[in-house]
T-cell receptor, first 111, second 113 residues
Framework: ELKVEQNPLFLSMQEGKNYTIYCNYS?????LYWYRQDPGKSLESLFV?????AVKQEGRLMASLDTKARLSTLHITAAVHDLSATYFC???????????FGQGTELSVKP | DTAVSQTPKYLVTQMGNDKSIKCEQN?????MYWYKQDSKKFLKIMFS???????INETVPNRFSPKSPDKAHLNLHINSLELGDSAVYFC????????????FGSGTRLTVV
């Protein structure tokens, strides 16, 4: 069964610093998604990664996918307070198109 | 126009009651889902429908019954509510093997007292 693990689960950063969130998954998949969730809100799509070596960037966030290592990373550059949220990776399963989510990484950016 | 809309946003009810949550998407997507997010924020698939046909039923108690009258709507009916059913329920939709990701509704926070 497909399992998805994120680390760290909690991340407290200072503004201006860089950090990386890791997402490992257990079986082959060619679809990896990153979402952001603010407290009490829905999930906002950040990145869709569909091939080995895919890299996407939006503002201070950059996501990459290594399907051979079954690893995706979400890199945060020069963090700002507005990035504080919970970040989820999710892997697409061929079983009915469902997503299997990681546990989420709760990011807190402090001045 | 909201792409995936759920109602109600909040639902507080007593144990043993029956309740429904409604979901509608105006994206023209073929597949709709129900996910449950527990108190630790963990998200788990419950059901998936493709063009009104049930595709996934993930070992959910049969007190939960999804219904899809057409491909734009997916409702969730819950019988005999229990304390452990308290969670946030998200509806989502996608095109098959979506290259654009999945679109989530705003969620329904269900509290069973």
């Amino acid at each position: 069964e497909l399992k998805v693990e994120q680390n760290p689960l909690f991340l407290s950063m200072q503004e201006g610093k860089n950090y990386t969130i890791y997402c490992n998954y257990s079986t082959t998949s060619d679809r990896l998604y990153w979402y952001r969730q603010d407290p009490g809100k829905s999930l906002e799509s950040l990145f869709v990664l569909l091939s080995n070596g895919a890299v996407k960037q939006e503002g201070r966030l950059m996501a990459s996918l290594d399907t051979k290592a079954r690893l995706s990373t979400l890199h945060i550059t020069a963090a700002v307070h507005d990035l504080s949220a919970t970040y989820f990776c999710a892997v697409g399963s061929d079983q009915g198109g469902k997503l299997i989510f990681g546990q989420g990484t709760e990011l807190s950016v402090k001045p | 126009d909201t792409a995936v809309s759920q109602t109600p946003k909040y639902l507080v009810t007593q144990m043993g009651n029956d309740k429904s949550i409604k979901c509608e998407q105006n994206l023209g997507h073929d597949t709709m889902y129900w996910y449950k997010q527990d108190s630790k924020k963990f998200l788990k698939i419950m059901f998936s429908y493709n063009n009104k046909e049930l595709i996934i039923n993930e070992t959910v108690p049969n007190r939960f019954s999804p219904k899809s009258p057409d491909k734009a709507h997916l409702n969730l009916h819950i019988n005999s509510l229990e304390l452990g059913d308290s969670a946030v329920y998200f509806c989502a939709s996608s095109q098959d093997r979506s290259v654009y990701g999945y679109t989530f509704g705003s969620g329904t926070r269900l509290t069973v007292v």
